[in-house]
């Protein structure tokens, strides 16, 4: 069974950093792109930054400059360098990734199960 297991979050004060790490269990075959979500309380879940298997990127207007998403291949594992927080990137953290099981399946998305990240102002 695929899981995608997070860790990294915790509380920082304004301006500090944190590294989030989301790591792929399991047998499968191949993963394609990985990204990372937010979600604040009372607010929809919003994109924070993709990277595809080739290593190219996409952010969020409001964290660009600041974050940073990186991909370990070989770990299947993906990381968000968080730089410079603020209070307002206070929410759980998920990340996601598309992952094909065999080599005939499709690809499927997965999340994993969250990571809380608040800074205090």
């Known amino acids: 069974q695929v899981q995608l297991v997070e860790s990294g979050g915790g509380l920082v004060q304004a301006g500090g950093s944190l590294r989030l790490s989301c790591t792929a269990s399991?047998?499968?075959?191949?993963?394609?792109?990985m990204g990372w979500y937010r979600q604040a309380p009372g607010k929809q879940r919003e994109l924070v930054a993709t990277?595809?298997?080739?290593?190219?990127?996409n952010y969020l207007d409001s964290v660009k400059g600041r974050f940073t998403i990186s991909r370990d291949n070989a770990k299947n594992t993906v990381y968000l360098q968080m730089n410079s927080l603020k209070p307002e990137d206070t929410a759980v953290y998920y990340c996601?990734?598309?992952?094909?099981?065999?080599?005939?399946?499709?690809?499927?998305?997965?999340w994993g199960q969250g990571t809380q990240v608040t800074v205090l102002s």
């Open positions: 990277i595809s298997s080739g290593g190219s990127t």
């Open positions: 996601n990734a598309n992952i094909k099981e065999t080599f005939v399946s499709t690809y499927a998305v997965y």
């Open positions: 399991g047998i499968f075959f191949s993963i394609n792109a």
